[in-house]
């Protein structure tokens, strides 16, 4: 991350592999801590919360509250680290590292097959990001999900949502993940983006905000597929969820008003992210996320940042659960969780 911000600097090396989720193991990547007191006037002593959280979308929506946090100003003691790779974050996440933590949208049910009943178990709390997947390319070869067929796909998020969603498509337009097409993963969305600006005709799978980042770099790069626009087509009665918020069930039991508090200042920081984006915009580059506040204004309209919980995000989770469930068992962990996968405050 690039230039000096008032969050506090750190790099981290990922642990180890989480083999349990069979997920490929990412390089060491910068993150960037937050961390700061409650406000004076408050009665009691505060909870220490600490956040994991992801390069994108999830995090843009975190930023006003890492700002208040950095000033003081939280309910709580929330301290924050992000990585690059959710590999990273997942291995911490499973070793107890943080008590709640921001993840791509099928791994809590994954998390939540391996882990019911241990100290690890975890439960969802609120959807926060919405559809942000984009098929990118320099070229017009693609105009549908079929005209991938004999091409070579740079994806990020191996054993996540982006890889089994996109076999859900490949697969509803006969095509064969494993013999029609070559995808090659990458730890990183910045190594995808890297890839596109080495090769003109590469094809990427990204999600926002890093798809904006590279059709900037390159005004010839442009978003062949909405993942977004083609779950709608070929679903009903769900809708793509990219990212969601999750707590330690255990941690969440004993500090359940301090996690309430957290909910209710993460609400209002992504409501902040969204009816504020030019300053927004300058938080997200600040905290790294982006490399320019330009180009965080530019994606903020397609990065779908949100806010839900209880019953809606009960139904919306259940349903894009079910679809890939349906496709394929391994992407949710096995079997469909039950209703303890659901936090409710």
Known sequence: MKGPTSMKRRVCVAAGVMLALTLVTGCGSTTASSSGSPSAGSSTAATTIRIGSLKGPTTMGLVKLMSEADAGRGKQDYRVTMY????????????????VSMLPSNLPAVLYNKLKGSDGQVQVAAINTLGVLELVQSGDSIKSIADLKGKTIYSVGKGGSPE??????????????????NIQFKSEATEVAAVLAAKPDAIGLLPQPFAT?????????HTAVSFTDEWAKLTSGSQAVSGVVVVNKLWAEKHRAAFNDFLTDYEASTKF??????????LIFKAGITPSAEIALKALPACNITYIEGTKLKSLLNGYLKVLFDAEPASVGGTMPGDDLYYQR
Not at 213 to 221: D, E, L, R, W
Not at 273 to 282: F, I, K, L, Y
């Open 84 to 99: 690059g790779a959710p590999e990273e974050l997942l291995d911490r996440v499973v070793k107890g590292e943080f008590d």
């Open 213 to 221: 980042v590279v059709k900037v770099k390159n005004p010839t790069i």
């Open 164 to 181: 089994y969603t996109l076999d859900y498509f490949l697969k509803s337009s006969g095509l064969d993940p494993a013999t029609d097409v």
């Open 273 to 282: 992210t969204v009816t504020n984006p030019a300053e927004s915009a300058d």
